[in-house]
């Protein structure tokens, strides 16, 4: 008799690759206001870096990053136009991008 060896614990193991189902969308926000950026990944616990004109963004008072479930966000508080730029958003090696305008106050006399 001939024993061939299994790995019966091997499929608990093979996790699926993260994807992203749902890309982000290029926004607008008046300056002052709280700009929002969000996408949503297959896998709830990715972890996800954010990016502006291909910089690295770190949690700081102007930029929170949070995710909840599937649903990946990034709030930019009291936008100026100088955030006005392209983010993106990487998951395990993949990315989605979208473009953020934001605009001055119209001033109506």
Same mark, same amino acid.
Request: charged share 30%; proline share 0%; glycine share 10%.
């Given at each position: 008799i001939k024993c061939k060896p299994t790995n019966h614990l091997s499929h608990l193991f093979s996790e699926k690759p993260v994807m992203i189902f749902r890309d982000m969308l290029n926004a607008t926000a008046t300056t002052g206001e709280d700009a929002?950026?969000?996408?949503?990944?297959t896998k709830p616990e990715v972890t996800t870096r954010w990016l502006r004109n291909g910089r690295l963004i770190r949690v700081s008072p102007k930029y929170e990053m949070s995710q909840k479930g599937?649903?990946?966000?990034l709030t930019i508080h009291n936008a100026t136009?100088?955030?006005?730029?392209?983010?993106?958003?990487? $998951?395990?090696?993949? $990315?989605?991008r979208a473009r953020l305008e934001?605009?001055?106050k119209c001033v109506i006399y």
């Open positions: 929002e950026l969000s996408c949503e990944v599937h649903l990946v966000k136009v100088r955030d006005s730029g392209v983010y993106c958003c990487e $998951a395990d090696g993949l $990315a989605t934001v605009r001055g």
